[in-house]
Structure formats: structure tokens, C-alpha cells
């Protein structure tokens, strides 16, 4: 069976969109960001929690990834031999145009949605979470955009699938995508 991938911006709902289609069409589940953070955790952060990006700590990660590129891209070629296996589920925000097979959905979102899901998800004030997902975001477009030349949540061309995320629940999103996803495989 084809793999999946789930793209999109901080805080838009990848995880909770990728274990649902998981669960529904029986592949396994992995996400790019934890297997980033374990490279990480090698490299001496302590990586843990689902909010571990958002710490100064996972920021300081971050600013480390944009002067040595070597954690992306031997994150990116152990998503690729993962995902043309099949059977898989992958969030990332590279592998989408990266391979050249499988099923790729992009879930888009405004900025403010985002912060109000991170900041519900996290426990943090508004403020906090809205310079958060902005931070990430301008960070990553660069760091991607140097490293591999696309424009991360401008390049759209690329993807099977574009959900946007705004005035759904988390349901009604995973609905779309196990309805396209059908048609799909």
C-alpha cells in the first residue's frame, strides 16, 4: 500500500490528521518531528514532551539546524526509505517534495487558528503562541527554502490534497482526507 504524507504549518493539526488516517486504513504511524528529536536527544537536548519545540531549548535546536544542515537531511533520507516502503503515515514538512509516489496532503491554516490550537494544546498564553507559530514558521520556510530550494507553504503544486483547516473540526478534516485518501489508494 502507498504511503501518506501530512504537511503544513505549526500547530494545524498534521498529528491529529495522520494517526486518524492511520487508524482508519491500518499503516503505521510516524512522525518526522519526533524522529528529529531523537537525533537531537543524541546530540545532547533533552527533546522530551510534544511541546519541546516551543521551549527555548527546541528553539536553540532550530537555530542549530539552520548553520548545519546535517540533521535535516539525514532526517529526510531515513522519512524517504520509510515512506517508499508503503504502508506508512508521515508527518513532515519536507518529504512532500521529496518523493516522487504516494498520497501528500497539505493542511492549511491561518496563523491565528494555529496559535489558538497551540495555544489550547500547550497551555500558553495567546501572545506566546502566536509568536511561537511564527517564529517556527519563517524559520523553517528559510531553513528549507536554503536547503532544498521550495517555498514551505507557498509551493502547493506538489500535493494531492489541500484541506484548509480554519473553520473545521479536527473530525471534519480527518473525514476529507479519509474520503480522498480512499479515492486515492
Known amino acids: 500500500m502507498k504511503s501518506i504524507v501530512i504537511s503544513g504549518p505549526p500547530a494545524v493539526g498534521k498529528t491529529t490528521v495522520a494517526k486518524g488516517l492511520a487508524e482508519e486504513f491500518q499503516l503505521q504511524y510516524l512522525s518526522g518531528g519526533d524522529v528529529l528529536k531523537e537525533m537531537a ?15 527555548e531549548e527546541g528553539m ?27 504502508g506508512m503515515v508521515i508527518t513532515s514538512y519536507t518529504l512532500p517534495w521529496l ?18 490550537r497551540m495555544q489550547s494544546r500547550d497551555n500558553m498564553s495567546p501572545n506566546d503562541a502566536y509568536e511561537i507559530t511564527k517564529k517556527r514558521f519563517d524559520k523553517n520556510k528559510a531553513l528549507y527554502k536554503k536547503l ?8 502547493k503544486s506538489v500535493f494531492d ?15 476529507v482526507a479519509k474520503e480522498t485518501v480512499r479515492k486515492l489508494l
Request: aromatic share 12%; proline share 0%.
Open 41 to 55: 536527544k543524541e546530540h545532547g537536548f533533552a527533546s522530551d514532551g510534544d511541546d519541546w519545540w516551543d521551549t
Open 148 to 155: 532544498y530550494d521550495f517555498d514551505f507553504g507557498d509551493d
Open 99 to 116: 518523493i516522487k509516489d504516494g498520497i501528500r496532503i497539505w493542511l492549511e491554516g491561518s496563523h491565528e487558528s494555529s496559535s489558538q
Open 161 to 175: 490534497l489541500i484541506i484548509n483547516t480554519d473553520n473545521l473540526t479536527a473530525q471534519q478534516v480527518i473525514d
Open 60 to 86: 536553540n535546536f532550530l537555530n542549530q539546524r539552520e548553520q548545519n544542515s546535517e540533521f535535516d537531511k539525514k532526517l529526510d533520507e531515513k522519512l524517504i526509505l520509510l515512506f517508499n516502503k508503503g
